[in-house]
């Protein structure tokens, strides 16, 4: 049986967050900006998780600041990944889907984004379509679908 206890680890990358969920294994939520894969291997030692111990890489959304590094990282996790099927494209291209602005703001912040939104192309190998349990991965919760960003 499973412990109910459940820890989450959130670990700033700049602008984005990505974040550990601690039970009997650990669930890595998103991988930040392709790069950013040594920061997270680094703050896993700190936890003391070993990689092998990433039951789970689980991406919100197929945007390359929230799985820009998935790739390194299940190399060096050997963990499955997780996503939306609708999203899983996008991981396949390796290239995030056109933004569209509508503030000036946003029109600069776009011009920076359209530059770095490749990444490493990758098949994930879980589709979510509506929930998912995550007992099976070590976690005592589930993913419930929640569309939009």
Do not use: W
């Not at 929230?66 to 939306?84: D, F, K, L, M």
């Amino acid at each position: 049986m499973m412990s109910g206890k459940v820890e989450v680890i959130p670990v700033s990358l700049g602008m984005v967050k990505v974040f550990f969920i601690r039970g009997t294994c650990t669930i890595l939520v998103d991988t930040g900006l392709p790069g950013k894969e040594k920061v997270i291997l680094e703050r896993m030692n700190q936890e003391g998780i070993d990689p092998r111990d990433i039951s789970l890489i689980l991406l919100t959304h197929g945007h390359h600041d929230h799985c820009g590094s998935a790739y390194r990282i299940v190399r060096a996790t050997g963990a499955p990944v997780a996503i939306h099927q609708n999203d899983a494209s996008l991981l396949e291209k390796g290239k995030s889907l056109p933004i569209y602005p509508t503030t000036p703001v946003a029109h600069l912040l776009a011009r920076i984004i359209r530059r770095n939104s490749n990444f490493p192309p990758f098949k994930p190998d879980l589709l979510i379509d509506g929930e998912l349990n995550l007992a099976p991965f070590g976690v005592n919760g589930r993913v419930i679908e929640t569309p939009g960003h």
